[in-house]
């Protein structure tokens, strides 16, 4: 349900009520000054047990979304304060500044002089909003599941190098789709997480325009590889401002190794993981998101291990390639030691389908960096597994006059 709080002396209203919207308890705490709980998310006995063995309880953040509109329904302009509370869980470790205000469909950041923030504890933004004005509040800039659908529409309609394939469907009827380029013998498959409240939909989707750039690299990585994008892999999540789960509690991230097992699952963690089995991609690349500065990049390769002999040399020229991306880097190789590995789907991507699997961090505080990051990480994966020789081979370059 909703959260909702319509303060009549100020004439102010604000409310969770829409795609996104991520908001718990709302209060009043004086005249223009407001307090938002974090809302509360549930995940089941066994993911929770897991955390426990493993984590002390901590482990993957729980809480760490918030998403609100605020609507001015008074005469004068009038100056807001909107305190966010964070979670006791390890997701407070996620909700340091910069935050996004939203007015008229775009996001821009809460200016600093508008921003006291407490580490751990909570987050004070302040702004004054015109009569009749309507903004949105968020700690990351939230994409719904139909503007990404309609963005999936329009570069499959807009250019011939892509097509939208539907996967699956949620429990509430949304779409799962993956935007595919030409098949080619070789693939390669970039994912947003599918925890919402790392929103990742704009990058993902940034690396398919790039492709459409008419480069001479783009068209020949486009001749070398299929791409294919999933932009959007837990939309119900998303829709209902979750931070981890879908809309029935449920841990889609984790639940791959149910899938695997024949045991039950979420659907969206089935329906990618089949799709996945039919596609077997060559490289796999997920984008975790989080909109920050504050610490480096960070890239979880795949334990060298679980890849066949004859594809070392390859994965280790790949690795090497991904590296040299960034200056400072917090890397954590997936390996049999890492707990809950077998839940996820990197690990049994590379262990049961050899797909070179990658999960990339990006820590820039704006989206247009962001989603640059992302085509330069996919490109840099993408020519290293072309190979130094197809790199070379680069025919030369056409020129007319005009």
């Known amino acids: 349900m909703a959260a909702i709080l319509n303060d009549c002396e100020t004439g102010i209203l604000i409310d969770s009520g829409f795609p996104c919207g991520s908001a718990g308890d709302i209060t009043t705490t004086g005249p223009g000054i407001f307090r938002v709980c974090p809302k509360s998310e549930a995940v089941p006995a066994w993911f929770e047990s897991a955390l426990t063995e493993h984590f002390g309880g901590a482990g993957v953040p729980r809480e760490y979304a918030f998403h609100v509109r605020i609507r001015h329904m008074g005469i004068v302009p009038y100056r807001i304060s909107v305190r966010f ?81 539907q996967i699956g469907v949620t429990d509430q009827g949304r ?126 390769p795949m334990w060298h291990g679980w890849f066949s002999e004859h594809v070392q040399e390859r994965v280790s020229m790949v690795d090497e390639a991904l590296l040299g991306l960034n200056q400072n880097w917090r890397v954590t190789k997936i390996a049999p030691e890492i707990p809950l590995h077998e839940c996820g789907k990197f690990s049994n991507l590379t262990r049961k389908l050899g797909t070179m699997s990658y999960c990339y961090q990006i820590y820039t505080a704006t989206e247009e960096a962001t989603c640059a990051h992302a085509v330069r990480a996919v490109n840099r994966l993408a020519i290293a597994m072309a190979g130094a020789k197809w790199e070379s081979d680069a025919p030369e370059p056409v020129v007319r006059e005009g």
């Open 85 to 165: 509370d964070f979670t006791e869980s390890c997701g407070k470790s996620y909700m340091g500044p910069p935050y996004w205000v939203s007015h008229r469909n775009i996001w821009r950041k809460v200016l600093p002089a508008d921003t006291d923030f407490h580490e751990g504890s909570h987050v004070i933004l302040s702004y004054c909003l015109e009569p009749g004005q309507s903004i949105f509040l968020a700690n990351k800039p939230y994409v719904s599941p139909v503007d990404v659908e309609n963005a999936m529409a329009d570069l499959s309609e807009s250019n011939g190098a892509f097509s939208v394939r």
């Open 175 to 300: 779409p799962l789709q993956v935007l595919e380029s030409n098949p080619r013998p070789e693939s390669i498959m970039v994912s947003a997480t599918m925890q919402p409240a790392e929103p990742a939909a704009r990058p993902v989707l940034a690396v398919a325009h790039a492709l459409t750039d008419g480069s001479a690299l783009s068209q020949r990585l486009l001749d070398r590889f299929q791409f294919c994008f999933l932009p959007m892999p837990n939309p119900d999540g998303a829709y209902h401002g979750r931070s981890v789960t879908n809309d029935r509690d449920e841990v889609p991230m984790f639940s791959f190794g149910h899938v695997i097992r024949g045991e039950h699952a979420p659907v969206e963690a089935k329906a990618i993981w089949d799709y996945c089995s039919l596609l077997r991609p060559t490289a796999f690349m997920e984008f975790h998101t989080h909109y920050q500065d504050n610490r480096s990049h960070k890239l979880n």
